[in-house]
């Protein structure tokens, strides 16, 4: 059996859970790491789990509190097959492989995941005469199972979509996959394979940058040793890179504003709904989600890179998105909205897939400019990345004999297959049966499961993720506050100090000031 790797946060706060808190660089060990990655997106959590299979020391970073926190929570949540990526790329090399790969990892890493298809439709006449160029470069990309159809063939298929539709095209393996069981699947298997994994913890500065071990300055006070560096950490990569005198290159936020509709559209639609791409972006999509709604989505807007704004949606342009989502479903101006989100990619002005090996010193790669399609690569681009490490930076792989690459049945999520509807566990367990939220159904049997699962989230945002727990039609409203009393009373963490997503967003003022 392999060793399990050690979880720690960096969280001031003293009512914080003191079996999770980092003090000390001594609770780690003091060899230094064979590779540190640095942001613990879907990328970094792949990257540190094909990594785990094999004898190596490996540290996981992230400033925030969360796998998966920043870009990698909000996309569209499609596996694509890389049917319109630029002929020829990388990213289109790793999108094509990585989508053939999917079904086979979802099964071992139990992430929900489903076969949907997507149907690329021509509503004007402009659209009608490139459609023949997008099947031509699906077929150059090696997506040879694309089919053409006529207008009567595409209603058939959706008989609810517009009835303007010239032709379109079939895209049977694209598909609808849980983007945040996948960061959590995949660091999960990276912990119990001996990978240490640290949260609230961001990189200020770097000693000894040539040598053979370097030495990364915290903003916790703490240096961590480690002989590669791996940056991963998409928005802030330039800065990072910025420490070590890294190559130029231009990253900007690139915002995607989405609309999540009630769960009874869902059954409107079967298919991944597309326009016609253009040389920007993918347009606006009318997506079936693996959670049982409707999303669509998403705007393309470019902002600076310390913009706080970036998160926000506005609403000129959500109705812009429902104006253009509409033109593929009219049907949508009649479903209800239950909450709007934005998705913010690393856009790099260098171009898609930006890989730097030994950049500016030996020992360190950088990883920028991972947009919309990170999530369908991720496992691909692992590899891609293992290999560039061992034969530009000199790492040495031997395989770990006793190292696990899936997730046991019990790692399903309990919205997918549902704890309740076995009688056994109910009575063995009757918290199982104890339903906290009421619109997703989800259980404090669920809840406390995932307390204890190997990550130990400890913020509201964490959990949601896990369990679905908030993310239905009353966004919270109803549960949220059960939610955090289950928090704070099984990990004995005061309820005004039960935060979002890490100190700074707890859901109690205490500032008593500001109600004067």
């Known amino acids: 059996m392999s060793v399990s790797g050690k979880l720690f946060y960096h ?228 800065k990072l890179a910025d420490l070590y005198g890294g190559e130029p290159f231009d990253i900007n936020p690139r915002r995607g504003q989405f609309l999540i509709f009630d769960k009874f559209s869902r059954s409107a639609i079967d298919h991944i709904l597309l326009p016609i791409p253009t040389a920007n972006t993918k347009g606006v999509l009318v997506i079936p989600t693996i959670f049982g709604n409707l999303i669509a989505g998403p705007t393309a807007e470019d902002f600076i890179i310390d913009d706080n704004t970036v998160s926000d949606t506005t609403v000129e342009r959500l109705q812009e998105l429902l104006d253009g989502a509409s033109k593929l479903y009219p049907g949508l101006y009649e479903q209800s909205v239950i909450t709007t989100f934005s998705g913010v990619r690393c856009n790099c002005s260098q171009g898609s897939y930006w890989i730097r090996c030994n950049d500016g010193h030996q020992g360190i790669i950088t990883v920028s400019g991972i947009r919309s399609t990170g999530f369908t690569s991720s496992p691909a681009l692992a590899e891609y990345l293992i290999g560039e490490l061992h034969e530009k930076l000199g790492l040495n792989l031997n395989v770990n004999p006793v190292a696990i690459d899936s997730r046991s049945e019990s790692s399903w999520p309990g919205w997918w297959k549902r704890p309740y509807s076995n009688n056994e566990l109910v009575k063995e367990s009757p918290e199982y049966g104890r339903v906290v939220c009421y619109c997703e159904q989800i259980s404090l049997g669920e809840i406390i499961q995932h307390l204890d699962s190997p990550l130990k989230p400890r913020t509201l945002d964490a959990i949601k993720r896990r369990t679905r727990a908030q993310m239905g039609r009353c966004q919270g409203f109803d549960c949220m506050v059960n939610v955090a009393e289950i928090i704070s009373n099984y990990c004995n963490i005061p309820l005004n100090k039960i935060t979002k997503r890490g100190p700074g967003s707890e859901i109690i003022s205490t500032n008593a000031e500001q109600y004067q």
């Open 11 to 238: 969280w001031m706060d003293k009512d914080f859970d003191e079996s999770l808190k980092f003090i000390d660089t001594e609770q780690l060990g003091d060899i230094p790491y064979d590779v540190t990655i640095i942001g613990a997106g879907v990328v970094g959590c792949a990257l540190a789990y094909k990594l785990s299979m094999y004898k190596l020391r490996v540290l996981l970073l992230d400033k925030n509190y969360d796998v998966g926190e920043a870009t990698s929570k909000g996309n569209s949540a499609i596996v694509h097959t890389g049917f319109d990526a630029a002929v020829g790329t990388l990213e289109s090399e790793l999108v094509t492989k990585a989508s053939r790969e999917w079904p086979q990892l979802a099964k071992k890493l139990k992430i929900p995941y489903e076969e949907c298809g997507a149907l690329l439709i021509a509503i004007n006449n402009e659209q009608n005469t490139q459609l023949d160029k997008v099947y031509e470069k699906a077929l150059k990309n090696g997506v040879t199972d694309v089919q053409q159809l006529s207008a009567e063939q595409v209603l058939e298929l959706e008989p609810q979509i517009t009835k303007n539709v010239l032709r379109g095209i079939l895209i049977p393996r694209e598909s609808i996959a849980d983007p945040f069981s996948t960061s959590i699947a995949y660091a999960e298997i990276a912990l119990s394979n001996g990978v240490d994994i640290l949260f609230g913890i961001e990189v200020i500065g770097i000693e000894n940058v040539d040598g053979k071990v370097k030495s990364l300055i915290t903003n916790c006070g703490k240096k961590f040793d480690t002989r590669i560096i791996v940056n991963v950490a998409g928005l802030g990569s330039r």
